[in-house]
Nanobody, 125 residues
Framework: QVQVVESGGGLVQAGGSLRLACTVS????????MAWFRQAPGKEREGVSC????????YAADFVKGRFTISRDNAKNTLYLQMNSLKPDDTAMYYC??????????????????WGQGTQVTVSS
């Protein structure tokens, strides 16, 4: 049984930082491309960033480029998202997702079969 568990969310002031983590079990972690998505109240879930199996290739949405960094530790079956210079618009539930698809860089929700329950990030102004 595949389990995807996010952690690290919380309340932070604008300009602050948070580091999210996502631990995966029940699959061979380094066989999977990984991604972070987010969903704000009343909005569609959107792709934030994704990373290749080895961690050597990463993509980020324009709205987080230069602020958020995705990484992974295959020895620990863990995905990370370092979030700096946070803005109130970054307030959302953040989800970790896994896929074997080699089109992972398109960040299409339908390409990702495995999802966590999410961790809430709230940025106050």
């Amino acid at each position: 049984q595949v389990q995807v568990v996010e952690s690290g969310g919380g309340l932070v002031q604008a300009g602050g930082s948070l580091r999210l983590a996502c631990t995966v079990s029940g699959l061979t972690f380094d066989d999977y491309r990984m991604a972070w998505f987010r969903q704000a109240p009343g909005k569609e879930r959107e792709g934030v960033s994704c990373i290749s199996r080895s961690g050597g290739i990463a993509y980020a949405a324009d709205f987080v480029k230069g602020r958020f960094t995705i990484s992974r530790d295959n020895a620990k079956n863990t995905l990370y998202l370092q979030m700096n210079s946070l803005k109130p618009d970054d307030t959302a539930m953040y989800y970790c997702a896994a896929t074997e698809s080699n089109e992972f860089f398109l960040l299409r929700r339908t390409d990702f079969p495995y999802w966590g329950q999410g961790t809430q990030v709230t940025v106050s102004s």
